[in-house]
């Protein structure tokens, strides 16, 4: 199986589809993921988003003012979506009461909650394999049709996984073959903590070395190829970073920030099969830095083997 890409490169390669159907935060609840506690199976709310890039212009369905085979039907979408979260928790509660107590959980991290939602529109695994045995077969009874379609990009967010933040998120995103094959193409996957409101020590006036001002970070770690719910932790390391912070340029926390970030990936998942590194995007908001703008923002992206090899 091929790694993982970026996602920018999915999206790259992907190039300007002719046309895109969206749904946008659709909300419901779910329970199994972590919460801002690292607490499994409690009740939270989710968004899910789905964005399918199309290759054709929706042309027949125009044409008619109907929704054709060339489009996507975005109400059905959303059934389609919240039919899959319902339906396989309760098999899985089933199951549990049916003596699995592994499976009373419903859903065991947020990358399952993707997968699931994944395989029901696409029939296929989080690995990019069609879960039918006949690849035939598989096309037909998956919901999306890879003859279709040119690029789906799946977000889901828990907006309360986060004790100073905007909630988590994780996206996958997948490219299908130009001659309509399921077999599985270039593909992503990306974990964002959405941003961390922190009081930090940091600026080169002579009043920001005196007291803490709010900076608000945001992380996102691509090629994200890790089962469990590890965002809790992540988020624990980047606010100690952060609330011990003494530097006065944004650049230089952005730098300490990273370095931490890796050797915590590198530490904790020591067996993970990613031995070229994590991609790791920071981007650091001081919101009354400049008194006439919204925020200064100040962006890294590095990857995690080089900034580790770099600086030991």
């Not at 920018?8 to 002719?18: E, I, N, S, T, Y």
């Not at 779910?30 to 801002?36: L, M, R, T």
Request: aromatic share 6%; glycine share 8%; charged share 25%.
């Amino acid at each position: 199986m091929a790694d993982l890409e970026p996602n920018w490169r999915v999206r790259f390669l992907a190039g300007q589809p002719p046309a895109v159907v969206r749904v946008r935060n659709l909300q419901t609840s779910i329970q199994g993921p972590s919460d801002a506690w690292n607490r499994k199976g409690r009740p939270q709310p989710l968004s899910v988003s789905a964005s399918v890039m199309l290759k054709e212009a929706f042309d027949a369905s125009s044409a008619a003012d109907q929704v054709a085979a060339d489009t996507v039907h975005y109400g059905l979408l959303s059934k389609e979506i919240f039919a899959s979260l319902e339906g396989e928790g309760q098999r899985r509660l089933a199951a549990g009461e049916a003596g699995d107590a592994a499976s009373t959980s419903r859903f065991s991290s947020l990358r399952d909650v993707v997968n699931t939602i994944w395989e029901h529109l696409t029939g296929q695994d989080g690995d990019g394999r069609s879960k039918a045995t006949d690849e035939e077969q598989a096309v037909n009874s998956s919901f999306l049709k890879a003859s279709t379609i040119r690029c789906l990009e799946l977000t889901v967010h828990l907006p309360k996984a986060s004790l100073l933040g905007g909630g988590v998120s994780l996206t996958r995103i997948t490219l299908f073959g130009r001659d309509g094959e399921s077999r599985p193409q270039p593909r992503g996957m990306s974990l964002k903590i959405h941003d961390l409101r922190v009081p930090t020590l940091i600026g080169v006036n002579d009043n920001e070395r005196k007291s803490k001002q709010a900076v608000v970070a945001t992380i996102e770690i691509d090629k994200f190829n890790i089962d469990e719910d590890v965002f809790a932790m992540i988020e624990a390391e980047a606010v100690k970073v952060m609330s011990q912070s003494s530097f006065e340029t944004l650049e230089a926390l952005a730098n300490t920030l990273a370095f931490r970030l890796a050797s915590y990936l590198h530490s904790s998942q020591a067996g993970s099969t990613n031995r070229k590194g994590w991609p790791i995007k920071i981007a650091l908001e001081k919101p009354i830095a400049v008194v006439f703008a919204d925020a200064a923002c100040v962006q890294l992206s590095v990857n995690s083997s080089e900034v580790l090899g770099g600086i030991q």
